[in-house]
């Protein structure tokens, strides 16, 4: 038997409340020395577990709740598994100058959730707090200027979808040269079926969003190479 990949979540503990959220969190708290301690052995067990036995696991995840809420147990799993590629799955709030140094040449990139490039896309997630996305489109410019690959992601609901386009517009104008590297990339995906919220996108939204990528596609820079 084969592994593509390892998926670890080591807690669930979050510091947003996204709208469409179906993620059952747990409170945040500071945990014990030996909680992280537990933690980390978990971790370390696990990296000799794929590297005994399931050699051909090339890529590990690391999700939450928020993974950075406990920063401490990124840099777990940054050192149990330095000979694979790590991808963090993030909201990108609680990425301070000291969490991108420790991810500043290693083989790791950031799933960073993103719904746009204003405050009426990013609503469900931020409730309107200008500051934070400011904070998160200042971090991403960080990331990339320091070689770290980031993937936005961004969960289309009937909110944000008119607006997928303007999102496409303005990091085609901020991040042109991480674009042609390959360091930045923009998956979309529809808000889940099961999602809270009642927010999946109308029909001739759907209609709307296919028709622009299908027309934009042959010219973007960041739709044109998944077509």
Known sequence: MKLLFEILGMTAACNLDCGYCEWKKEPMRSLAPEEFARADSHLRRAAHLVRERFPSVVFVEYSGGEPYVYPRIVDSVLEAFPDRWVRISTNGTRIDSRAISRLVGRKVYLALSLDGSTDQANFPRFRGNGDLLQKVLGTVQTLLSEG????????????????????????????????????????????????????????????????????????????????
């Open 148 to 227: 770290v690959q980031v993937m936005l992601l961004c969960t289309l609901t009937r909110h944000n979808i008119d607006l997928f386009p303007s999102f496409v517009g303005f990091l085609e104008d901020r991040f042109p040269p991480f674009i042609e590297r390959g360091l930045l990339t923009l998956p979309a995906h529809f808000v889940s079926e099961y999602h809270r919220g009642g927010s999946r996108p109308a029909i001739p939204q759907i209609e709307g969003f296919e028709d622009f990528v299908h027309g934009r596609g042959a010219t973007s820079l960041l739709i044109a190479p998944i077509r």
